[in-house]
Structures are given as C-alpha cells and as structure tokens.
C-alpha cells in the first residue's frame, strides 16, 4: 500500500464508524475535544438557566418552564442531576397554576435525584409531588409516592429535620 492512501483509508474508516462512536473516537484521540465540549455545555446549560430566571421575573412562567426544561436536559446529557433546573420547572409550572405538571416534574426529579444517589432531593421532591398529586386528584400516583417516602423515610441519609417535615406533611405524628 502506498503512502498517500492511508489518509484516505483513515477517513474512510471514520465514515464508517456511527455518529456517536466518531465522538469517542475523537475524544480518545484528543482529550481537548471532550473538555472544549463540557465547557460548552456548562456555558450553554448556565445561559438557559439564566434564560429562565430572567423569564420568571419577567411573568413568563411557560417560556421559563421551558428553558428550565432544556437545561435539565442538557446537563442529563452530561451526566449531571438537574436538580435546580427540574425544581425551578416545576416552580414555573406552579405559578401558573398547572398541578398536575408541576406535580410531574417533581416526580421526574425524584426519581432522577434517586439514580444519581441523592436521597435528600429524592425525598423533597417526592414529598411535594405527593402533596400536589393529591391536590389534582390523582390519589393513585400521590399514594405510590407515599409508599416510597415511608421507605425513605428508613434512610440515615436524610436527617432528623427532614424526616420530621416529611411526618409533618405527610400526616404522620
């Protein structure tokens, strides 16, 4: 083989290779590419949140939810629990009077602060969507949540002030 076609044979061999594993590829060739692509992210995950904050204060509480929404996403893909994006969501959707979606979204974070080993934000947010689940009248997904705060409720990890406001908002004495 001669010289001036290994380059197009290297080429070649990366249009073969799927879309996301080109990334790996290039990441592993050059670990620049994977820190420039972080940072960009972080940039572009603080400029939506900083997009929705500023539509919160303008009144716009759908567009803030929505730009909420897409930094959640956004640090997802990055491997991030999007706590204060989720929460910040359902604020928004609670301003507008919207339970039952701001009673989803609560749910979606407790269940993403559970797979990411937070069981501080998990019992929180589980907690407030029970509470608004019951309020729209969904008793069945307000009393599944229930059931797992009674469990978490088990947990050394959320402390003695948690768990009493969990009791207290729960109804238990």
């Not at 897409?70 to 997802?76: C, H």
């Not at 009673?103 to 501080?120: D, H, K, Q, W």
């Not at 307000?142 to 705060?149: F, M, P, Y």
């Amino acid at each position: 083989m001669t010289r001036p076609l290994m380059p197009v044979l290297g080429l070649a061999m990366l249009l073969a290779i799927p879309a996301h594993a080109q990334t790996t590829a290039r990441a592993f060739v050059d670990g620049q590419v994977v820190a420039r692509e972080l940072a960009s992210s972080a940039a572009a995950i603080t400029d939506l949140m900083d997009r929705g904050n500023k539509l919160a204060v303008d009144g716009k509480f759908r567009k803030a939810a929505h730009a909420f929404h897409a930094a959640a996403a956004a640090q997802l893909r990055v491997g991030e629990l999007p706590d204060v994006a989720l929460w910040q969501e359902a604020n928004m959707y609670f301003a507008l009077g919207d339970n039952a979606h701001a009673a989803a979204t609560l749910a979606t974070l407790g269940e993403r602060a559970s797979e990411y080993g937070n069981p501080v934000a998990e019992v929180r947010a589980k907690m407030n969507a029970a509470l608004l689940y019951a309020r729209v009248g969904d008793v069945e997904r307000a009393a599944t949540l229930t059931t797992e705060l009674q469990t978490l409720r088990k947990s050394p990890f959320i402390g003695d002030e948690l768990r009493a406001e969990l009791d207290l908002r729960l109804g238990r004495q």
